[in-house]
Structure formats: structure tokens, C-alpha cells
């Protein structure tokens, strides 16, 4: 298996990185949906949903929201969110669905084409062959009304080489993670060993650096046209040597055949 297909499901995950910052991630959405200006009955995929907060938090902002991702404890946990939506007569929708996003989002999960996949938080970039990194694109495209939005969020990889700290330890709940992170053919991998109630632990993350030239050549290939390209969190401008993130505004052509790969 893949390492995100057994990493993801564990609770060490989750405990590593329970203290991410929230208020800064919804500051960030709330400034994203203000810059696409999306009517206020619109449909949006969350590509990579993880435990939902995000998937729910757009809710509340009041569009239709398709929480997607491989991990089924996350899905799992997220479908009490969906219970609560229906309890409280909350409207538009809120769904969670266990799925890979190398496959076909319309017709198998949603009925409805979106008019907005966000993909964001580094959720892309795990993938060996470039191959499925294009059936991502295959498949956003598929999923999206005419004029609709990508938002790919990722690291800017000049940045991540610039600024690497290639050893350190990290302590939650009680368990000390020993953090260990190189740079190999292009990819950052994160080495992540502890101990817990007397049993060695280790799991690891791989992230593929693409280039922001290299994610805006996928979108052009997929019929889309690239709007922004913003740098971090506050939307502020992308700049190769500072920023630390390479966040993408697609927005899909009208007249494009789609390409099967």
C-alpha cells in the first residue's frame, strides 16, 4: 500500500498534527471565497477533505459541499457532521464520501456537476507516476460546470529547499515524534519515528516538489486557464524565493474536449 493509504488512517496522524492552526486555514477560505465570488447556491468538491472542519466550515458559509478523501476513519468521523446538517434543517447540503482522487468524481459520487474543487492544504503531490498526477486534472475538469474553479493549494518548492530543517522532535500527548526530512529525486520525505506504550512506530510522508510552471503546464493540457497564483495564506502575491505557498486559481474552458490519459 501507499504510504498516505496506511499513515492517514492511524491516530498518530491525527495527534501530530492536531495543533494546526484553524483560524488561520478559515481566514484563508473565507478570503478565497471572496476572491472567486461564487453565487451563493453553488456546489463545491473539498478534494482531500481530511476530518471535514474545512468541508464544514464552507457549509456554514452556505454552499452545497461534497467533503471527498481515501481515508475512511476520516470519512467515518465526518458523517456526524452530515447528521448534524440534517437535524438542525440546515440548508444546502452537506455529504461525505469515501474516494481516490485519481478517479472519476461525476458521474460515481456526485449527481451534480460543481462550480468549484479545492484541493487544498499540500493534497496533491503524493503520487509516484505523473500519470495519476493528471488523472487528478482528468478528473477535476470532469467534475466542473463550464467557467468552474480549481483551487490547487501546494507548497512552493523553492521555498521548501530554501528553508529546510532536516531534524527535530516534536512533542503531543506525551509521545516524543523524531522528525527526520530529506530531499530525493525531487521529492521531500518526512521520516516520523516514536514510540508508544513500549512499541517502535515508524511511518513516513513523500511529497512530490512540482514546480509552479509544471502544475500551471497540467492545467493548460486539461483546458484550464490559470487566474492567480497566490503565495500564502492572506492571498498575497506569489514570489519563487519567499513564498511559502503556490496556490493556484484555475478556472476551466469552455469548448475544450476532455483528453483521457
Not at 516520523?192 to 512540482?210: A, P, Q, R
Request: aromatic letters at 14%; hydrophobic letters at 35%.
Amino acid at each position: 500500500m501507499a504510504w498516505f493509504e496506511t499513515w492517514f488512517d492511524t491516530p498518530y496522524y491525527h495527534i501530530l498534527y492536531k495543533d494546526r492552526d484553524f483560524a488561520e486555514a478559515e481566514n484563508f477560505i473565507s478570503l478565497l471565497l471572496n476572491a472567486l465570488k461564487l453565487s451563493g447556491n453553488s456546489k463545491i468538491i473539498d478534494l482531500g477533505c481530511g476530518k471535514g472542519r474545512h468541508s464544514v466550515f464552507l457549509h456554514k458559509a452556505g454552499y452545497s459541499v461534497l467533503g471527498l478523501d481515501l481515508s475512511k476513519e476520516s470519512i467515518f468521523h465526518n458523517k456526524q457532521f452530515e447528521t448534524s446538517a440534517a437535524t438542525d434543517k440546515i440548508q444546502p447540503s452537506l455529504k461525505f464520501e469515501v474516494h481516490d482522487m485519481r478517479n472519476e468524481i461525476f458521474p460515481a459520487i456526485s449527481t451534480e456537476k460543481a462550480d468549484a474543487v479545492l484541493n487544498l492544504f499540500t493534497s496533491f503531490g503524493y503520487f509516484e507516476d505523473e500519470r495519476e498526477d493528471r488523472k487528478v486534472f482528468q478528473s477535476v475538469r470532469n467534475a466542473l460546470n463550464d467557467r468552474g474553479y480549481f483551487v490547487l493549494d501546494f507548497l512552493n518548492e523553492t521555498w521548501v529547499k530554501n528553508t529546510l530543517v532536516p531534524e527535530y522532535v516534536q512533542t503531543k500527548e506525551g509521545i516524543d515524534f523524531h522528525i527526520k526530512k530529506r530531499i530525493e529525486n525531487q521529492h521531500i520525505i518526512k521520516d516520523i519515528n516514536f514510540k508508544d506504550h513500549g512499541k517502535d512506530y515508524h511511518f513516513y510522508e513523500k511529497v512530490k516538489l512540482h514546480e509552479a510552471e509544471e502544475i500551471e503546464s497540467y492545467g493548460e493540457e486539461f483546458g484550464f486557464e490559470l487566474m492567480h497564483v497566490y503565495g500564502d495564506y492572506h492571498l498575497g502575491p506569489f514570489k519563487r524565493e519567499s513564498s511559502p505557498r503556490c496556490i493556484n486559481v484555475f478556472r476551466k474552458k469552455t469548448g475544450i474536449q476532455n483528453r483521457e490519459r
